[in-house]
């Protein structure tokens, strides 16, 4: 029977000094079993990512990663870390919706509400059309009222990573929003006081 330890360490050696048909190989042989492991916590698409990322980040890391147990333990521990995360993601954005709205007919109380509807639909559209990363970091601190450092643990960054996204968010946001300026005035005004926006 082969030795599964020995024949990995001979193909992590060889991925570390840049041959990608060793990598294929790894990613050949964990990438099914890691995404069924990976399918125990969240939905199969999820577990797909989670496990993409992983190897590819192995790749990318092959001169400076330093695996001190098993090729296998680290995987499948890697894998587990990023799986919890993406639950944590999910939470949030299954959160977002109804706090968002909740939100938005609290600041326009005295506005008409088809006038909220329609505003209300602009901004969504806006804030999706945001990178994926600048999208995430805002609404956790937006709407979720995470701190940047609370973000930043969630999402794998440092709270200085989490505060450029959102602040590049918000840019984003003047501009495709620019023409709801006169709706947006009383929204940015409560949102200097609750840290919504700005």
């Not at 042989?29 to 916590?41: E, G, W």
């Not at 008409?112 to 059309?129: F, G, T, Y």
């Not at 609404?139 to 930043?152: C, D, G, P, Q, V």
Request: proline share 2%.
């Amino acid at each position: 029977m082969k030795d599964t330890t020995s024949e990995d360490t001979l193909l992590l050696s060889a991925m570390q000094e840049g041959d990608r048909s060793a990598f294929d190989k790894l990613f050949r042989k964990y990438y099914p079993i890691l995404c069924a492991y990976s399918y125990h916590f969240i939905r199969l698409e999820d577990a797909e990512e989670v496990v993409e990322d992983v190897m590819l980040w192995l790749w990318e890391n092959r001169e400076n990663s330093i695996i001190e147990y098993s090729l296998k333990q680290y995987l499948f521990k890697a894998t587990y870390h990023r799986s919890m995360t993406r639950i944590a993601q999910n939470e949030v954005k299954q959160r977002t919706d109804s706090i968002y709205h909740e939100r938005m007919l609290a600041m326009f109380q005295d506005v008409d509400v088809c006038q909220i509807n329609d505003l209300s639909k602009r901004i969504r559209q806006a804030i999706d059309e945001l990178p994926a990363s600048y999208r995430e970091a805002f609404i956790m601190h937006r709407f979720r009222n995470l701190s940047y450092k609370e973000a930043a643990e969630i999402l794998n960054v440092s709270p200085k990573t989490v505060d450029y996204r959102i602040q590049q968010a918000l840019k984003m946001l003047r501009v495709s929003l620019k023409d709801y300026l006169p709706f947006l005035v009383t929204l940015l005004s409560a949102a200097s006081n609750s840290s919504q926006f700005n």
